[in-house]
């Protein structure tokens, strides 16, 4: 499943995909931003993972700056 959310960054896409662990008796929710392919989330509802989204991209950009900064990238 795929849903729209805005962020500091702009909109961006949200994708979620559910899984079974356990023999089938618990759900697992990974979920990504599509436009930015390092920021990944696995939590035990939807709403858990939406929720670590924002944290992992702002994570991410923290990342690229400072390396930007010195000159890493």
């Known amino acids: ?7 500091d960054v702009g909109e961006l896409t949200a994708v979620l995909l ?5 023999g089938g008796s618990k759900t697992v929710w990974t ?3 599509k436009e ?3 920021v990944i989330t ?3 509802s ?9 944290r992992a991209l702002d994570l ?3 990342v ?4 930007l900064m010195n000159g890493d990238i």
């Open 1 to 7: 499943m795929e849903l729209k959310f805005k962020t």
């Open 18 to 22: 559910s899984d079974t662990i356990d």
């Open 31 to 33: 979920a990504w931003i």
């Open 36 to 38: 930015y392919a390092g």
């Open 42 to 44: 696995q939590a035990d």
């Open 46 to 54: 939807i709403q858990e993972a939406l929720e670590e989204l924002p």
């Open 60 to 62: 991410m950009l923290e």
């Open 64 to 67: 690229q700056i400072d390396a």
